[in-house]
């Protein structure tokens, strides 16, 4: 109880709402406000004057003092991280400095004057009718996908999607999920915290090898552009792994990305419309727009989507409206596939110029994965360890990331660099690369 | 496989993905297609032709019939609720047609507009420091809660607040959670889903019988408006509760769903404030803007800001950093206060309206609770039961609850009505009335 009092007060002064010199009450008057022992709050105060938080001063009572002690930080995962660096090449984010403002500001401004009041209740845990019914048309002409608007739900970002999917998966008695050998750390975090096991496929430069996918659940793979190695799926394995499914009442689960993104052709359409069934797609426009929006779908074989719907409607009942309504009316008004356009231009624009900077610089150096999204992977030649490259692109400032970072199997690998060649803003594409390419120029370290 | 094919053509058909009279391809090519054995496919197909769905005609081939079977409907949990009301007097909703649009579309613009580029990425999981900032000094204004931006953690409305806290206290090994007798059922398969079990405290017209509570690892409260019964927490009780949460470690949650509802005197700030390390205070933007926003806040005691941030970051990262931007906007302008001033007014005008319309059609109904929020419990005569007058009012088309439907104890209460006199737009208030109390002018039917 004393330690509680006292803990109190410190925060109490720390926040400012007990300001310096405010007076306190007296020990008696707190003590039957709170109803403890007085002798518990004279303790306190003198804990606290000894401290230093407090001033007893003789005949004028308890006093904050002028002058508090250092406060304590509180810390958080976040604050931990905050490291400044001038450049950023780490994969994951599109330019963060494209995203259409002004375009969206008129969307929403269309979106919230044409929306029904019953919009902004509690609506339908799979999303706004209005959005559902926008990506059933967009998803099927962009990445020809079998999506009707029932069958989709509107998550909070792919890492809900995968989260509430592992969920309703686990609730059906699954007990291992497969992934590829490399991908995200956070994915393995999903499936292990909703109890389920994790295998991984080997990866090469057809993609993943699903022929050695056996006694598992489902698994989650990107076939457009794997991530973050680079290849497509070949042919021959998208038919496969389809099999599989078939065969096994197995489940794929489709992480398409950044589908949007190809360069050197038209984009392979989705492995799930050779089995809807079967194949959950999950699509995001945490490239296309900005992670920053929190939205990602799932288009979902019949048999989840219940479940899915029940699992969405017990986190968080549906997911914010007035995003949804804005972003079906950037769909439907043409916006959004402007948007993809331009910034598919762009980013390819990037990517050409990085392979050719790279090839003028150190032509020994080879950029792997086909001619696509937002990140590509860069071979580091004989002698360089990741971890040492990295620490010299942060010392000039530059943050990049090692291959390693994404590995989830024992196996090593040549070392590389996963770059994120969309993630600069345009002013500082050119002094990314600069530095980038004076990294590669130094010497390598002995390890 | 061929179950899986069937299944496949089914789908595509029902979609109209595959048109009527379209011509499929031949079942050599598919089943070369697909590397299925082509008896296959042939058996899938003249499955389909037995079930209508395909025609085969000699010498052309197989095609989709001109009239497919009748679709079978994909079953949603929000499909099966959609019944039409004309009107609405059910709790839990403001007036969704009192949403500011004009003036949420003005902080949006100014907030995009003001942005710096980085919040369109993966930001803090606590949320936007700009909103955390507003709303530390809005909370502590409004509700007098102790509130430092690094304790809040915004998240997806109270659904999603309230199902993190219930994940973190049971990693941390809590196996109980207390909960008022009355209140939402959401609330308790949260708590069971996360894996603990749920008690129930009594609640009278002092509020809940906080003496009660003995081994229970948190209490959830109502303190400002227990809900649905309408009591403010008693002074002594308050006081009560935080001796038990000290002496105990226990947690209390503090509910303040419509604290900032409250018509006949100040409100009564936040219980949180007494012990902010020993009290989660829960707020919500649901009943002062719109539930559809999907927006809420915790402030939380020192040694929980790092596992909630967590499991936020393992749940969706962060909530959609527009909307965030946006509230922060418009608290920082005073926009927000603005808003919750004039519903203040418009609330409490139909609350009187409510209570004298009533007291003149029924003046032996009691309406029960203090002068706050945004419902009121409305006890029934000796006769009547809930049933049948929720049903009644069905049939005149007007919406409402019994008070049953929140009820999570064995103790019977007298029938009573939980009346949401906030629900209706404002050109539906006088006809909702109206019904009401027709519905209750008629005489009971036996049950």
Known sequence: MRAALENALREAVRTGRLPPAARLPSSRALSEDLQIARNTVAEAYAQLVGEGWLVAKQGSGTHVA??????????????????RFRYDLRAGSPDLSSFPRSEWLSAARRALVGAPAEAFGYTDPRGRPELRAALAGYLARARGVRAAPERIVICSGFTQSFGLLCQVLRARGATSLTTEAYGLSSNHDTVTAAGMGVQTLRVDERGALVEELTYTDAALLTPAHQFPLGQALAAARRTQVIQWAVATAGLVIEDDYDGEFRYDRQPVGALQSLAPEHVVYAGTASKTLAPGLRLGWLVLPAHLIDDVAAAKAAADRHTSVLDQLTLAELISCGGYDRHVRRRRLA??????????ELHRHAPQLRVLGIAAGLHALLQLPQGHTENEVVARAARRGLAIEGLNAYRHTDQPHQPALVIGYASPP????TGALARLVAVLDDPPRPG
Do not use: I, N
């Open 66 to 83: 002028g002058q508090v002690p250092a406060t304590r930080q509180v810390a958080s995962p976040a604050a931990a991280e905050v490291t």
């Open 347 to 356: 980013y390819r624009r990037r990517r050409d110029r990085f392979v050719a």
């Open 426 to 429: 345009d002013h500082a594409f």
